[in-house]
C-alpha cells in the first residue's frame, strides 16, 4: 500500500493536507506541531475512531482528544494505491456521537464506490492486518525506542514477542490468570470448595439415580458423535497439509520455469549485442555527448554566420552612404583639400564681357573723332577717347568680376547644395566620418567572416569525428540525425539488457529463496491430488467449535459421575440440588475457561517461542548488524526471551545487560523493524510510521539509521516524523528522499 496525500481536520490540524512519497518521507516539524496528531489521524481513517473507549485518568480517549480545535466535526480524506487501484476514502461526522462514522472509498477518477470495502473492514482489506497488529508493530511512536539496559530491554522484548504489546507480556498474563483460578479454587479454600461441600451434602441425601444414568448416556453417546467428527475433522486437515505441500511444489516449478526462461531472453539478447557490435554505455554516453556539443558548436556557427550577414548589410549600408557624398571616390586628405578649395576654376560667361568691350571701343572711337572735329586737335581727340576706352574697360571689368562670381555661387549650389564654406566644410568632415564608418564595418565583416568560418570548419571536423566512430557499429548512419538515432538505439538496446538481466536475476533469487522451503518431492505412488472441498480456515473453526464441545461434554460427565457417586433422597433436596448444580457448573465453566486460556496461552508462548523467537533472532541480527555498522553479527533469543548480542570482534554472545545504552536502543529498534517484517504482510508492503523515534540517538547512529531505513523504505513506503534537522541534512542530497518542513496548525481557539 502506498499512501499518496491525507487532508486532515482533526485536533490540531484544520484542513491541513499533507503530500507523500514512495519511499521515504522525512517530515520534519517542531513538538507540538501535530506529528504525533498526523500519526493518530493515519490510524483513524483506515480503522476508524473507537467511540466506545470512555476518557481514563489522565489519558483522554481518541475522540475527546483529538476533537478539532477549531469546534467543527472530524473529517478527512486519504489518497492510497494498493496494488493497480488508486482509492480515495473519505470520513465525515454526521452525529458528534460517531466521530467520523460516514465512511465513502472511491475510485479515484471515476468516483465509482469501492464494492465490499467498509468503514469497519478498510483497515484489514488494505492493509491484511488487524488495527492492534498494525499498531503494535508498524507504529513506533515517540520515545518508543528508548529502553533501560538489562531487564528493561529484555523485558519491552519478551512483552512484545509474547503478547504483541509492550506493556503487558506472558507472565503478566498468566499471574492475572492464577489470580482469577485461585479466587475460584485454592487447595480448600474459594468459592468452588465451599460449593462443592455443600452440594456434596446435599447430594449424598439425593435417592433416584436414574435421571443421572439417562444424562450419563446421553452425554456419552453425543461425545461419540463428536470424537468420530474430531477424527474426520484431523483427516481432512491431514488432507489440506498434502495439498499445500503438492500447491507448494507446482509454485516451485513454475519459478523455476519463470526463472530459466527470463535467463535466456537475457541471454538471446547479449548474443544480439555481441553479434551487432553495439558498443558499450560509456563509449555510447561519451559520442552522445559530443553530439550535444556539436549541436552546440553548429548553433554558435549560425550566430556566427548571422553576425557575418549583420556586418555585410552594415558595409553596404556605409558604401551606399560614401557614394551619395559629392566627396565620393576622394580620401579623407582629398575631401579635406576640396572642401579648403572646393571649385578652383569656374567658367565666366565671355559673349557679354566681348559685346561690352566692343561696344566700350567704338564709344571711345566716337568720342575722340568728336573731339577731333570739333577741335581739330588730334592729340585731344586721342586722349578723349583713350580715357573713356580705360574708364570703359574699368567698367567692363568690375561687371565680368560680378558675373563670374555669380557662376561660381551657382556651380557650388549644384554641386554642393551650399555656397556656404562652412557647410562645404561640414560635408568634408561627414564624409570623412563615414570612410571611418565603412573601414570599420569593413574589418568587422573581415573578423565576423574568419569567425563563421572557422566554427563551421569545427563543425564538419567534429561530425566526421563522429561518424567515424558511428560507423564502426552502424553504418547505415549517414550524417548526425542518424548516427544520434543509432545511438538512441544502442543505448535503449542496453537498458533492455540491463532489465532482462535484472529481471533474469530476481527470478533466480525467487526460485532458490522458494527452494529452500521446498517440501520432499511427490511419492509418485501416491493417488493424485484434487482440490480440497473448503479452506483449512473452515476445517480448523469446525474442529475447533468440535473440540470445544468436546471440552464441555467431559466436564459434565466428570460433574455426573461426581453427582451420581454422591446421589441422595431426591425428593427432599432436589431444588438445592438443583440450585447447587447450577453454580457449581458456572465456576466450574469459568475455571475450565481460564485453565483453558492458561493451557493455550502456554501452549501458544511454547510454539511462538519455538518458531518466531528464531526468525526474529535472525532478522533481527540482520538489521543490528547494520545499524552497528557490522559491530555485532547475531542477536539471540532464548526459550526465556533472554537477549544476548553477539560482538563481530569476538563471536561471543553478551548478555544485553552489557551493551550501552545507544547500543540498546539500536537493538531494540531492529527488535521492532524485525517484527514488522515478520507479522506483516510479504505481498502488500505496509507502510512504517517512526513518530520520533530516533530522538534518543546520538548523531552517529541516528546516521546509521537513516541509512537502513532508506534502504528499507526500497521496498515499503516509510514515514519518519522528526522534530531534528539533522534526519533532512543526512539525505539533502538524495532524491530519491522526500523532505518536507511542516507548519505549525492555527492554535486552539
Given at each position: 500500500?502506498?499512501?499518496?496525500?491525507?487532508?486532515?481536520?482533526?485536533?490540531?490540524?484544520?484542513?491541513?493536507?499533507?503530500?507523500?512519497?514512495?519511499?521515504?518521507?522525512i517530515?520534519?516539524?517542531?513538538?507540538?506541531?501535530?506529528?504525533?496528531?498526523?500519526?493518530?489521524?493515519?490510524?483513524?481513517?483506515?480503522?476508524?475512531?473507537?467511540?466506545?473507549?470512555?476518557d481514563?485518568?489522565?489519558?483522554?480517549?481518541?475522540?475527546n482528544?483529538?476533537?478539532?480545535w477549531?469546534?467543527?466535526?472530524?473529517?478527512?480524506?486519504?489518497?492510497?494505491?494498493?496494488?493497480?487501484d488508486?482509492?480515495?476514502?473519505?470520513?465525515?461526522?454526521?452525529?458528534?456521537?460517531?466521530p467520523?462514522?460516514?465512511?465513502?472509498?472511491?475510485?479515484t477518477?471515476?468516483?465509482?464506490?469501492?464494492?465490499?470495502?467498509?468503514?469497519?473492514?478498510?483497515?484489514?482489506?488494505l492493509?491484511g492486518?488487524?488495527?492492534?497488529?498494525?499498531?503494535?508493530?508498524?507504529?513506533?511512536?515517540?520515545g518508543?525506542?528508548?529502553?533501560?539496559?538489562?531487564?528493561?530491554?529484555?523485558?519491552?522484548?519478551?512483552?512484545?514477542?509474547?503478547?504483541?504489546?509492550?506493556?503487558?507480556?506472558?507472565?503478566?498474563?498468566?499471574?492475572?490468570?492464577?489470580?482469577?483460578?485461585?479466587?475460584?479454587?485454592?487447595?480448600?479454600?474459594g468459592?468452588?470448595?465451599?460449593?462443592?461441600a455443600?452440594?456434596q451434602?446435599?447430594?449424598?441425601?439425593?435417592?433416584?439415580q436414574?435421571?443421572?444414568?439417562?444424562?450419563?448416556?446421553?452425554?456419552?453417546f453425543?461425545?461419540?458423535?463428536?470424537?468420530?467428527?474430531?477424527?474426520?475433522?484431523?483427516?481432512?486437515?491431514?488432507?489440506?497439509?498434502?495439498?499445500d505441500?503438492?500447491?507448494?511444489?507446482?509454485?516451485?516449478?513454475?519459478?523455476?520455469?519463470?526463472?530459466?526462461?527470463?535467463?535466456?531472453?537475457?541471454?538471446?539478447?547479449?548474443?544480439?549485442?555481441?553479434?551487432?557490435?553495439?558498443?558499450?554505455?560509456d563509449?555510447?554516453?561519451?559520442?552522445?555527448?559530443?553530439?550535444?556539443?556539436?549541436?552546440?558548436?553548429?548553433?554558435n556557427?549560425?550566430?556566427?554566420?548571422g553576425?557575418?550577414?549583420?556586418a555585410?548589410?552594415?558595409?553596404?549600408q556605409?558604401?551606399?552612404?560614401?557614394?551619395?557624398?559629392?566627396?565620393?571616390?576622394?580620401?579623407?586628405?582629398?575631401?579635406?583639400?576640396?572642401?579648403?578649395?572646393?571649385l578652383?576654376t569656374?567658367?565666366?560667361?565671355?559673349?557679354?564681357?566681348?559685346?561690352?568691350?566692343?561696344?566700350?571701343?567704338?564709344?571711345?572711337?566716337?568720342?575722340?573723332?568728336?573731339?577731333?572735329?570739333?577741335t581739330?586737335?588730334?592729340?585731344?581727340?586721342?586722349?578723349?577717347?583713350?580715357?573713356?576706352?580705360?574708364?570703359?574697360a574699368?567698367?567692363?571689368?568690375?561687371?565680368?568680376?560680378?558675373?563670374g562670381?555669380?557662376?561660381?555661387?551657382?556651380?557650388?549650389?549644384?554641386?554642393?547644395?551650399?555656397?556656404?564654406?562652412?557647410?562645404?566644410?561640414?560635408?568634408?568632415?561627414?564624409?570623412?566620418?563615414?570612410?571611418?564608418?565603412?573601414?570599420?564595418?569593413?574589418?568587422?565583416?573581415?573578423?565576423?567572416?574568419?569567425?563563421?568560418?572557422?566554427?563551421?570548419?569545427?563543425?564538419?571536423?567534429?561530425?566526421?569525428?563522429?561518424?567515424?566512430?558511428?560507423?564502426?557499429?552502424?553504418?547505415?548512419?549517414?550524417?548526425?540525425?542518424?548516427?544520434?538515432?543509432?545511438?538512441?538505439?544502442?543505448?535503449?538496446?542496453?537498458?533492455?539488457?540491463?532489465?532482462?538481466?535484472?529481471?533474469?536475476?530476481?527470478?533466480?533469487l525467487?526460485?532458490?529463496?522458494?527452494?529452500?522451503d521446498?517440501?520432499?518431492?511427490?511419492?509418485?505412488?501416491?493417488?493424485?491430488l484434487?482440490?480440497?472441498p473448503?479452506?483449512?480456515?473452515?476445517?480448523?473453526?469446525?474442529?475447533?467449535?468440535?473440540?470445544?464441545?468436546?471440552?464441555?461434554?467431559?466436564?459434565?460427565?466428570?460433574?455426573?459421575?461426581?453427582?451420581?457417586?454422591?446421589?441422595?433422597?431426591?425428593?427432599?433436596?432436589?431444588a438445592?440440588a438443583?440450585?447447587?448444580?447450577?453454580?457449581?457448573?458456572?465456576?466450574?465453566?469459568e475455571?475450565?475457561?481460564?485453565?483453558?486460556?492458561?493451557?493455550?496461552?502456554?501452549?501458544?508462548?511454547?510454539q511462538?517461542?519455538?518458531?518466531?523467537?528464531?526468525?526474529?533472532?535472525?532478522?533481527?541480527?540482520?538489521?543490528f548488524?547494520?545499524?552497528?555498522?557490522?559491530a555485532?553479527?547475531?542477536?539471540?533469543?532464548?526459550?526465556?526471551?533472554?537477549?544476548s548480542?553477539?560482538?563481530?570482534?569476538?563471536?561471543?554472545?553478551?548478555?544485553?545487560?552489557?551493551?550501552?545504552?545507544?547500543?540498546?536502543?539500536?537493538?531494540?529498534?531492529?527488535?521492532?523493524?524485525?517484527?514488522?517484517?515478520?507479522?506483516?504482510?510479504?505481498?502488500?508492503?505496509?507502510?512504517?510510521?517512526?513518530d520520533?523515534?530516533?530522538?534518543?540517538?546520538?548523531?552517529?547512529?541516528?546516521?546509521?539509521?537513516?541509512d537502513?531505513?532508506r534502504?528499507?523504505?526500497?521496498?515499503?513506503q516509510?514515514?519518519?516524523f522528526?522534530?531534528?534537522?539533522?534526519?533532512?541534512?543526512?539525505?539533502?542530497?538524495?532524491?530519491?528522499?522526500?523532505?518536507?518542513?511542516?507548519?505549525?496548525?492555527?492554535?486552539?481557539?
Amino acid at each position: 500500500m502506498l499512501i499518496r496525500r491525507m487532508t486532515a481536520t482533526f485536533g490540531k490540524l484544520r484542513e491541513q493536507t499533507l503530500e507523500l512519497q514512495e519511499g521515504l518521507n522525512i517530515l520534519q516539524a517542531p513538538n507540538e506541531t501535530g506529528k504525533s496528531t498526523w500519526c493518530a489521524f493515519l490510524l483513524a481513517m483506515l480503522y476508524g475512531v473507537n467511540t466506545k473507549e470512555r476518557d481514563r485518568s489522565g489519558v483522554l480517549a481518541d475522540k475527546n482528544h483529538y476533537a478539532p480545535w477549531s469546534g467543527g466535526s472530524m473529517s478527512g480524506r486519504l489518497d492510497c494505491r494498493t496494488g493497480e487501484d488508486a482509492l480515495t476514502l473519505f470520513r465525515t461526522t454526521r452525529r458528534q456521537t460517531a466521530p467520523m462514522g460516514d465512511f465513502q472509498a472511491l475510485y479515484t477518477g471515476t468516483a465509482d464506490p469501492v464494492p465490499g470495502l467498509t468503514g469497519a473492514n478498510c483497515g484489514e482489506m488494505l492493509l491484511g492486518v488487524s488495527r492492534e497488529v498494525y499498531a503494535r508493530s508498524a507504529f513506533i511512536r515517540q520515545g518508543g525506542v528508548a529502553v533501560t539496559q538489562d531487564p528493561g530491554l529484555e523485558r519491552r522484548i519478551a512483552a512484545l514477542v509474547t503478547s504483541g504489546e509492550e506493556d503487558t507480556s506472558y507472565t503478566e498474563a498468566v499471574e492475572a490468570l492464577k489470580k482469577q483460578l485461585n479466587r475460584r479454587r485454592h487447595n480448600k479454600t474459594g468459592q468452588l470448595p465451599t460449593l462443592e461441600a455443600e452440594l456434596q451434602e446435599t447430594e449424598a441425601l439425593l435417592a433416584s439415580q436414574a435421571e443421572l444414568f439417562r444424562q450419563r448416556e446421553s452425554l456419552l453417546f453425543r461425545s461419540a458423535e463428536l470424537e468420530a467428527r474430531e477424527t474426520s475433522l484431523k483427516e481432512e486437515l491431514s488432507a489440506l497439509d498434502r495439498w499445500d505441500r503438492h500447491q507448494k511444489r507446482q509454485e516451485l516449478q513454475r519459478v523455476e520455469e519463470a526463472a530459466l526462461q527470463a535467463e535466456e531472453q537475457a541471454a538471446a539478447l547479449r548474443r544480439r549485442l555481441e553479434e551487432e557490435g553495439i558498443p558499450e554505455n560509456d563509449l555510447t554516453g561519451r559520442l552522445r555527448g559530443a553530439i550535444v556539443n556539436l549541436n552546440t558548436l553548429r548553433k554558435n556557427a549560425e550566430k556566427a554566420q548571422g553576425k557575418y550577414d549583420e556586418a555585410k548589410a552594415a558595409l553596404a549600408q556605409a558604401e551606399e552612404a560614401l557614394s551619395a557624398s559629392p566627396f565620393a571616390g576622394q580620401t579623407a586628405e582629398e575631401a579635406r583639400r576640396t572642401a579648403v578649395d572646393p571649385l578652383p576654376t569656374a567658367k565666366r560667361p565671355l559673349a557679354p564681357l566681348l559685346l561690352t568691350a566692343l561696344a566700350c571701343l567704338c564709344a571711345a572711337l566716337g568720342a575722340g573723332y568728336g573731339v577731333y572735329v570739333s577741335t581739330s586737335k588730334l592729340y585731344a581727340a586721342l586722349g578723349t577717347a583713350a580715357g573713356l576706352l580705360i574708364l570703359t574697360a574699368l567698367v567692363s571689368l568690375l561687371l565680368w568680376r560680378r558675373a563670374g562670381n555669380k557662376a561660381r555661387a551657382a556651380a557650388l549650389t549644384a554641386r554642393y547644395q551650399t555656397a556656404d564654406p562652412a557647410a562645404i566644410t561640414a560635408l568634408a568632415d561627414a564624409y570623412v566620418t563615414l570612410l571611418a564608418n565603412r573601414d570599420a564595418t569593413k574589418q568587422e565583416a573581415a573578423a565576423q567572416a574568419a569567425a563563421a568560418q572557422g566554427l563551421w570548419q569545427s563543425v564538419d571536423v567534429n561530425a566526421d569525428g563522429i561518424l567515424e566512430e558511428v560507423r564502426r557499429f552502424a553504418p547505415a548512419a549517414y550524417d548526425i540525425p542518424s548516427a544520434d538515432a543509432a545511438l538512441r538505439a544502442s543505448a535503449l538496446l542496453r537498458k533492455e539488457l540491463r532489465e532482462a538481466e535484472k529481471v533474469a536475476h530476481e527470478a533466480r533469487l525467487r526460485a532458490e529463496f522458494q527452494s529452500g522451503d521446498a517440501p520432499a518431492p511427490e511419492n509418485p505412488d501416491a493417488p493424485s491430488l484434487t482440490p480440497p472441498p473448503r479452506s483449512r480456515e473452515a476445517a480448523a473453526e469446525e474442529l475447533a467449535a468440535v473440540q470445544a464441545d468436546l471440552t464441555l461434554l467431559r466436564s459434565n460427565l466428570d460433574r455426573v459421575a461426581g453427582r451420581l457417586a454422591a446421589a441422595g433422597d431426591p425428593l427432599t433436596l432436589q431444588a438445592a440440588a438443583e440450585r447447587l448444580t447450577d453454580e457449581i457448573a458456572a465456576l466450574e465453566g469459568e475455571y475450565a475457561a481460564i485453565e483453558l486460556a492458561m493451557s493455550t496461552l502456554a501452549h501458544a508462548n511454547t510454539q511462538l517461542q519455538g518458531r518466531f523467537s528464531p526468525a526474529l533472532g535472525t532478522r533481527a541480527a540482520e538489521i543490528f548488524g547494520r545499524l552497528t555498522g557490522g559491530a555485532y553479527t547475531g542477536v539471540i533469543l532464548d526459550k526465556a526471551l533472554h537477549v544476548s548480542a553477539e560482538s563481530a570482534d569476538t563471536g561471543v554472545p553478551r548478555d544485553a545487560g552489557y551493551l550501552s545504552a545507544g547500543a540498546a536502543d539500536q537493538l531494540y529498534l531492529a527488535v521492532r523493524l524485525a517484527v514488522c517484517d515478520l507479522v506483516l504482510p510479504s505481498e502488500n508492503a505496509v507502510p512504517i510510521v517512526l513518530d520520533d523515534a530516533l530522538a534518543s540517538f546520538d548523531d552517529a547512529r541516528c546516521a546509521a539509521a537513516l541509512d537502513y531505513l532508506r534502504k528499507e523504505a526500497e521496498t515499503r513506503q516509510i514515514l519518519l516524523f522528526t522534530c531534528h534537522s539533522r534526519e533532512a541534512a543526512h539525505f539533502q542530497n538524495d532524491p530519491a528522499v522526500s523532505i518536507q518542513h511542516l507548519t505549525a496548525p492555527a492554535e486552539r481557539v
